[in-house]
């Protein structure tokens, strides 16, 4: 698998459409990639941004996400629950934004959708697209790239049924994470600071099933682990959550 960063201007808020973005830095595109964008430079693009000093980011996290639970203390942030991924703040940012808050996409999906096809008809290839983002791990000390939307490939490769290398033991329910095992490869490329190389392109990756088509409905839905069903449910559900409409 090889991975390439594409370095950019620092992109400033409602300067530059998303669309106008890829056309000015992907010129070339091979055919059964994958282009992974930031989505702190789609919400930039997208203009989904909030001045810093016109709210209180706490409150700005509340009203974003699904679940809610307070800091410990001032210093601290917030555990929440944002389009069914577990992330602080809601995944707020405010670094490399020029002064905003900015909040994920409004819908990173249609982004995604939207930026897939214009590829697909501007180069003519089949192509797959993520937004991505970072967040930490729990018990883990650094962050590790997580997509909020794909189109073009299966997220999740499924195992179940298959032998092990021995033949003795038979997969029951295993997943591949290939949405955010990609992500997360590109991330670790892209950079948390002032690399300003939020669009990376995927090469050579011949596990990744590519699919002519943005994603179904179904299949967003298998991306989600419920959170009764979750490994670590009993955790979860004990968190004191403020359950947000």
Same mark, same amino acid.
């Given at each position: 698998?090889?991975?390439?960063?594409?370095?950019?201007?620092?992109?400033?808020?409602?300067?530059?459409?998303?669309?106008?973005?890829?056309?000015? *830095?992907?010129?070339?595109?091979?055919?059964?990639?994958?282009?992974?964008?930031?989505?702190?430079?789609?919400?930039?693009?997208?203009?989904?941004?909030?001045?810093?000093?016109?709210?209180?980011?706490?409150?700005?996290?509340?009203?974003?996400?699904?679940?809610?639970?307070?800091?410990?203390?001032?210093?601290?942030?917030? $555990?929440?629950?944002?389009?069914?991924?577990?992330?602080? /703040?809601?995944?707020?940012?405010?670094?490399?934004? !020029?002064? *905003? *808050?900015?909040?994920?996409?409004?819908? +990173?999906?249609?982004?995604?959708?939207?930026?897939?096809? @214009? $590829?697909?008809?501007?180069?003519?290839?089949?192509?797959?697209?993520?937004?991505?983002?970072?967040?930490?791990? +729990? #018990?883990?000390?650094?962050?590790?790239?997580? !997509?909020?939307? @794909?189109?073009?490939?299966?997220?999740?490769?499924?195992?179940? %049924?298959? +032998?092990?290398?021995? !033949?003795? =033991?038979? $997969? /029951? =329910?295993? *997943?591949?994470?290939?949405?955010? %095992?990609?992500?997360?490869?590109?991330?670790?490329? #892209?950079?948390? !600071?002032?690399?300003?190389?939020?669009?990376?392109?995927?090469?050579?990756?011949?596990?990744?099933?590519?699919?002519?088509?943005?994603?179904?409905?179904?299949?967003?839905?298998?991306?989600?682990? +419920? #959170?009764?069903?979750?490994?670590?449910?009993? #955790? $979860?559900?004990?968190?004191?959550?403020?359950?947000?409409?």
């Amino acid at each position: 698998m090889k991975v390439t960063t594409i370095k950019t201007e620092a992109i400033r808020a409602n300067e530059i459409s998303l669309i106008e973005l890829i056309d000015k *830095y992907i010129t070339v595109l091979p055919e059964r990639s994958v282009v992974v964008i930031t989505s702190k430079v789609v919400s930039l693009c997208e203009g989904n941004v909030v001045k810093i000093g016109t709210a209180d980011v706490q409150e700005l996290a509340k009203r974003e996400a699904q679940y809610y639970m307070p800091p410990p203390n001032e210093a601290g942030y917030a $555990l929440t629950v944002n389009r069914n991924i577990l992330i602080s /703040k809601a995944g707020i940012d405010e670094s490399n934004t !020029g002064g *905003y *808050y900015v909040l994920w996409p409004a819908d +990173p999906q249609k982004s995604a959708n939207a930026v897939r096809e @214009h $590829l697909v008809k501007k180069f003519g290839v089949t192509v797959g697209v993520i937004l991505s983002d970072s967040r930490v791990t +729990p #018990m883990r000390r650094g962050v590790i790239g997580v !997509g909020l939307a @794909h189109s073009g490939f299966k997220a999740l490769q499924y195992l179940a %049924g298959q +032998p092990d290398i021995f !033949g003795g =033991y038979e $997969l /029951k =329910y295993t *997943y591949t994470a290939v949405l955010d %095992g990609l992500t997360a490869a590109a991330v670790v490329q #892209m950079g948390e !600071g002032a690399q300003r190389t939020p669009i990376a392109i995927i090469e050579e990756a011949d596990f990744v099933e590519f699919q002519d088509r943005n994603p179904l409905g179904d299949e967003l839905e298998k991306l989600v682990m +419920p #959170m009764e069903e979750d490994i670590f449910a009993d #955790m $979860l559900k004990g968190i004191p959550w403020d359950k947000r409409p």
